[in-house]
C-alpha cells in the first residue's frame, strides 16, 4: 500500500484564500473596499533550472473599492427614488498576475490579466 501526500500548495491548490470586505453606510451615502488574497502555491509543470525546484507562483492580492448614492423618494425631478448611483474599480493598484507556466503567462483559473477597471453602474427599481 502507498503512502498519499498532502497537495497543498501544489499544482494550483493554493493553501490559503480569502477575501475581506468592509462597507459603510450613512443616509444616502454607501461605499466600500476589499481586498482579494491568493497564496502562492508551486507549479509543477515547470522546473527551475538552478535547483531542479517545482516553480513557484506568488501570491496574489488585488484591492477593489466603490462609493455609492441612492436618491430618496422626496428629492423629486426626473430620477425615480431608490435609483442608485455607483462608482467603483476593481484591482484598483493594477496588479499583474503572477507568472506560471500556463497558455497565457497566468494561472487563468486564479488569476486574470484584466488589471484596474473602472466602472460606472446605475441601478432602479420601478
Avoid: C
Avoid at 448611483?85 to 493598484?93: E, F, K, M, V
Amino acid at each position: 500500500a502507498g503512502s498519499t501526500g498532502s497537495l497543498i500548495g501544489i499544482d494550483g491548490q493554493p493553501e490559503w484564500r480569502g477575501v475581506a470586505r468592509m462597507n459603510w453606510n450613512k443616509d444616502n451615502l454607501a461605499a466600500g473596499v476589499s481586498l482579494n488574497y491568493i497564496s502562492s502555491y508551486f507549479d509543477t509543470s515547470a522546473i527551475q533550472n538552478t535547483t531542479g525546484d517545482f516553480f513557484e507562483v506568488d501570491s496574489w492580492l488585488t484591492a477593489n473599492a466603490h462609493i455609492q448614492y441612492t436618491f430618496r423618494n422626496d428629492e423629486g425631478g426626473m430620477i425615480p427614488a431608490k435609483t442608485q448611483l455607483r462608482l467603483g474599480a476593481t484591482n484598483i493598484t493594477n496588479e499583474d498576475p503572477p507568472l506560471a507556466d500556463e497558455t497565457y503567462g497566468f494561472d487563468s483559473s486564479y488569476h486574470n490579466n484584466r488589471g484596474r477597471f473602472v466602472y460606472v453602474q446605475v441601478r432602479s427599481t420601478f
